[in-house]
C-alpha cells in the first residue's frame, strides 16, 4: 500500500458491428484483464489493498449499504483522489490525509452523537443507445437515492440500521401507470447483534448473501440471480468469522411487502476463505422457491489482489429455474473484472461477462464486455464512464451486436 493511512485509523452509448470485428473487441479486453502492475484502489476490489473482509468498512458483513467511520475514512483517504483545494497547502501527504480523514463525517469534522450515523446517496446514469440512428435513446436515470440511518451501541455489537429509498417508474409503462407505481421503499431495515467477535446474527430486511457483492447492478451475476438493488428479503442471517474465513447462512422469508404468491422464500449459503492477505476463494448456494417457480442457484467466486494493488474478480454460476408451467432450465453466467489505477482515486476497469437461460437448447448466448474509467476526484464523489458491448448468437437470436455508452455520477454523505 502506497497511500498514508491516518495514524487514528490504523487496524488490524450502440452501433451494429460484425461478429468478427466484435470478436477481436473481445480478444484485447480480454488481454487487458491481464495483470499491468500498477494500481487499484476500487471498494469490492480492496483486496489488492490487504482488506479481505466486508465488515472491515461496513456495518453489514456481507459488505454493501452505510459504510462505518473506519469505511468513511478510507474513502477519504485512500479511495479518493486528494482535492484540488489542498495541493496548495502546505501539508505533506499524511497530514492532508489525516485532514480529509477528520472531514469524512456525515456533517464533515462536525461530531455527531456515537450512537448515531446517518447517510445520503445517489447515483444516476445517463444513458445512450442506437446513437445516429431514427430510434435513438438518451435519458438520464436516477438509479437510487437512498437515505439511511444506524443506530450503534459504543462497541457496535448492537446495531439497528434502516435505509429508504427511490425507485424511478420504468420507461415503458403509460402515464396513469407511473403514477400509481410504488416510488418509494424500504431497502433494508435489520436489527444486529455481535454476540462475540466471531458471531453476528442480522434480523430483518435486506440483500440476500450470495456470491461477490458489486455495485454494478446491470452485471449478470446480480440481474440473472435476482439478487439485484431492489431485491431485498426479510429474513436471519447468521455470520461467522475467523481471522481467515467469512460463513453466512441466511434464512429468507421472501419480501414481505409483496403478495404472498410471489415471495421467495428458501436458504443462501455462502462461505470465502483466505488463502493470503491478497486471495480470497468462495463458495455460494441458494434454494427457494414461490407458487410459480422453484430456483436453485450454484456459484463459486474469487478476489485475487496483484502487486502494486491491482486486483481481480471472478464469479462462475449456475442457475436451475422450475417453473410449474414449463419444462427445468439450466442456466448459468461468468462474470470477470479487472480493476487497476491509473493515478489515486482514477482507475480503468475491464469487464467480461457470459449468460445464457439454458444450455441443454439452443438458446440465445450473451456475451459483454468492455472498459470503464471511474474517477473518485475527492471523497463523496464518484464518477465512472463505461462502454459496453454485447454479442448475442443462438436459433432464437431477437438483437444485433450492439453498444452501449454509459455515464455515471455518484454522491454520498
Request: hydrophobic share 35%.
Amino acid at each position: 500500500m502506497n497511500a498514508a493511512i491516518p495514524n487514528h485509523l490504523k487496524m488490524g452509448y450502440e452501433p451494429r458491428v460484425s461478429s468478427k470485428r466484435f470478436s477481436l473487441i473481445l480478444f484485447f479486453f480480454f488481454l487487458a484483464q491481464l495483470p499491468l502492475g500498477t494500481q487499484a484502489r476500487a471498494f469490492p476490489q480492496s483486496i489488492g489493498l490487504g482488506y479481505g473482509a466486508c465488515q472491515t468498512c461496513h456495518y453489514h458483513p456481507a459488505g454493501g449499504g452505510a459504510l462505518s467511520d473506519y469505511g468513511r475514512a478510507l474513502a477519504a483517504t485512500i479511495f479518493s483522489a486528494r482535492p484540488f483545494y489542498l495541493k496548495a497547502e502546505n501539508q505533506s501527504s499524511e497530514e492532508i490525509d489525516e485532514t480529509l480523514a477528520q472531514h469524512s463525517g456525515f456533517l464533515g469534522r462536525e461530531p455527531l452523537p456515537g450512537w448515531l450515523r446517518p447517510n445520503l446517496t445517489y447515483r444516476g446514469m445517463h444513458y445512450s443507445q442506437n446513437l445516429g440512428s431514427s430510434n435513438s435513446i438518451s435519458r438520464w436515470i436516477t438509479m437510487q437515492a437512498d437515505m439511511g440511518v444506524t443506530i450503534k451501541s459504543p462497541k457496535e455489537r448492537l446495531i439497528a440500521v434502516g435505509r429508504f429509498g427511490y425507485i424511478p417508474a420504468p420507461s415503458n409503462v403509460s402515464q396513469s401507470q407511473k403514477k400509481a407505481a410504488q416510488s418509494w421503499i424500504s431497502r433494508e431495515h435489520y436489527l444486529g447483534v455481535r454476540a462475540s467477535k466471531h458471531l453476528g446474527m442480522y434480523l430483518g430486511m435486506m440483500d440476500t448473501v450470495f456470491g461477490l457483492k458489486v455495485p454494478d447492478h446491470t452485471a449478470y451475476l446480480r440481474s440473472k440471480t435476482l439478487f439485484n438493488q431492489n431485491d431485498q428479503s426479510h429474513g436471519l442471517l447468521m455470520h461467522y468469522s475467523t481471522t481467515e474465513s467469512d460463513l453466512y447462512l441466511h434464512v429468507l422469508t421472501g419480501n414481505l411487502y409483496q403478495s404472498s404468491d410471489l415471495r421467495q422464500k428458501g436458504v443462501s449459503i455462502s462461505g470465502e476463505h483466505e488463502f493470503t492477505k491478497t486471495l480470497r476463494l468462495g463458495a455460494s448456494g441458494f434454494v427457494g422457491s414461490n407458487n410459480y417457480r422453484d430456483r436453485h442457484l450454484a456459484a463459486t467466486h474469487l478476489r485475487w489482489g496483484f502487486p502494486g494493488n491491482s486486483a481481480l474478480l471472478a464469479q462462475l454460476g449456475v442457475i436451475r429455474e422450475d417453473f410449474i408451467s414449463s419444462a427445468p432450465a439450466v442456466g448459468g453466467y461468468w462474470f470477470g473484472q479487472f480493476f487497476t489505477e491509473l493515478s489515486r482515486g482514477l482507475n480503468l476497469m475491464m469487464t467480461t461477462e457470459a449468460y445464457t437461460s439454458d444450455w441443454t437448447v439452443k438458446k440465445t448466448r450473451l456475451f459483454r464486455a468492455g472498459p470503464s474509467i471511474q474517477y473518485l476526484p475527492m471523497q463523496r464523489l464518484e464518477l465512472r464512464f463505461d462502454i459496453l458491448g454485447t454479442h448475442s448468437r443462438g436459433d432464437d437470436l431477437l438483437s444485433a451486436d450492439t453498444f452501449t455508452l454509459q455515464s455515471q455520477v455518484h454522491l454520498w454523505l
